[in-house]
């Protein structure tokens, strides 16, 4: 019997999961460690019974179409799934399985790491070294000086596992309040010592303002102008999840102005960034190339349990974590 057709989408897929599809399915890998041109993709999609992409890798109903009636199961390896359009692949009765759970620690880390990087100005004392401004002051009192943790609040937007983790991970740093908001209270609020507040108040009251939601509807833009000008002067915001959760033009003002003190960022939009954007010769904006989940056993469990979803998706079976 023969097998069934995949598309993977990157070659630099961690080995131990292109092995587990190569031994159940005809493997057609994009040779490339850099995103499918979309029409590349559209070429090879279609009589493909299942994709492994990643979220470069827009499915939408043009893609969709392209595939045809063969695609059966979608596994993107990546827990956020704005790339597709779900209620295309939903009509299409197409399986999509994803990765939540497995890039949790590592994403709620780099969230702390990307804060406190933020924070205490690490980037800009970096090129401080770099730009021979040390070698000027030496050691000096008001030099370099951050803003840290101990007694402040901090507010979390989106209270899934990764804005749970963080908040667990700051724990010993001596926050005083810990804010979050999300659709609605959440049973680990109560066990961590986190209050739900409206999404206004998070604004109003936090120090550090941390986004670790999905992008939806909902969230799309709602970091925008009224909610820098709600925000504390002092305030810093740091966002692991999506660019899009943030009006970014109204960012860049916020942060020229001085509505805001800092952001910390590890998406944006567009991503990649180009290297002349605006938001980079911004000096208290810390930027890193969206690595979140960017750590060894990490990525590999990202790709293998993407590996076993499409293949238990192929074979009927329940897939470990599936959307739909
Ligand atoms: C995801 O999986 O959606 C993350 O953004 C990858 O780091």
New binding site residues.
Partial sequence: MSKPKILITRDDIPQKALDMLKEKCDVDIWPKSFPIPRDEMLKRIPGKDAVFCL?TDKMDEEMLNAAGPSLKVIGT????YDHLSLDEIKKRGIKVGY?PGV?TDA?AELTVALLLATSRRLFEAHSELLNGGWGKCAWSPLWMNGWGLKDSTVGIFGFGRIGQGVLTRLQGFGVRRFLYNSRSPKKEGVALGAEYVAYDDLLKESDFVIITSALNDETRDIFNEEAFAKMKSSAIIVNTS?GGVIKQDALIKALKTGQIRAAGLD?MTPEPLPADHELINIPNCTIIP?????EVTTREG?ATLTAANIIAGLENKPMPANLC
């Fill in positions: 979220l390896m990546s827990v956020g990765t890039l994403t999506r998406v969206h690595i979140g989940s960017a990202m």
